[in-house]
T-cell receptor, first 114, second 109 residues
Framework: EPEVTQTPSHQVTQMGQEVILRCVPI?????FYWYRQILGQKVEFLVS????????KSEIFDDQFSVERPDGSNFTLKIRSTKLEDSAMYFC????????????FGEGSRLTVL | AQRVTQPEKLLSVFKGAPVELKCNYS??????LFWYVQYSRQRLQLLLR?????SIKGFTADLNKGETSFHLKKPFAQEEDSAMYYC???????????WGAGTKLIIKP
């Protein structure tokens, strides 16, 4: 069964460093998402991506964040200059269409900013 | 404002007992409601959605617009039901889900 895959599973970085989290969505899916979950808190929407552009983003997704689909398979989340408060589990998800609510999630990438 | 509330952080019941995980929402229109589950060391996955009106793994959830609730129920809990359960809402936006804080369900043998 096809799955969303994410790398790395855990990354530790120093404050101010750039981080790239990678995701390979399910191949026939058209919509891609990043969510994050700070330890002990709710899952929060960051951004959605369709047709090679951002379709929606939250207030969290400021200028420090960017997403890219550099080729036909990868979907990346870049944090330019990490802050302590960026420490969280970052989930990538994909879906076949909008408004269905059925998102297929990766296992998450845990980011620790020191 | 769109909001999903799961009042219980932790729910512990004995195997065979009924389970009800509460979810209340705040939304001005007609929302779509979902339950996602995360078993230990596994990824988040969709358990069920209200528009399907289906029963998955013995779980059901009915959307009560009067009470703005979407509680998840199972008449007889099993040990393998132990997991983290998240209620989520899809509303104005077509792209994002609004999540509750999650309820950790522990089924005691």
């Amino acid at each position: 069964e096809p799955e969303v895959t994410q790398t790395p599973s855990h990354q530790v970085t120093q404050m101010g460093q750039e981080v790239i989290l990678r995701c390979v969505p399910i191949s026939n899916h058209l919509y891609f998402y990043w969510y994050r979950q700070i330890l002990g808190q709710k899952v929060e929407f960051l951004v959605s991506f369709y047709n090679n552009e951002i379709s929606e983003k939250s207030e969290i997704f400021d200028d420090q964040f960017s997403v890219e689909r550099p080729d036909g398979s990868n979907f990346t989340l870049k944090i330019r200059s990490t802050k302590l408060e960026d420490s969280a589990m970052y989930f990538c998800a994909s879906s076949t269409g909008t408004n269905t609510g059925e998102l297929f999630f990766g296992e998450g990438s845990r980011l620790t900013v020191l | 404002a769109q909001r999903v509330t799961q009042p219980e952080k932790l729910l512990s019941v004995f195997k065979g007992a009924p389970v009800e995980l509460k979810c209340n929402y705040s939304y001005s229109g007609s929302p779509e409601l979902f339950w996602y589950v995360q078993y230990s060391r596994q990824r988040l996955q969709l358990l069920l959605r209200h528009i399907s009106r289906e029963s998955i793994k013995g779980f059901t959830a009915d959307l009560n617009k009067g009470e703005t609730s979407f509680h998840l129920k199972k008449p007889f809990a099993q040990e393998e039901d132990s997991a983290m359960y998240y209620c989520a809402l899809s509303g104005h936006s077509n792209y994002q889900l609004i999540w509750g804080a999650g309820t950790k369900l522990i089924i005691k043998p």
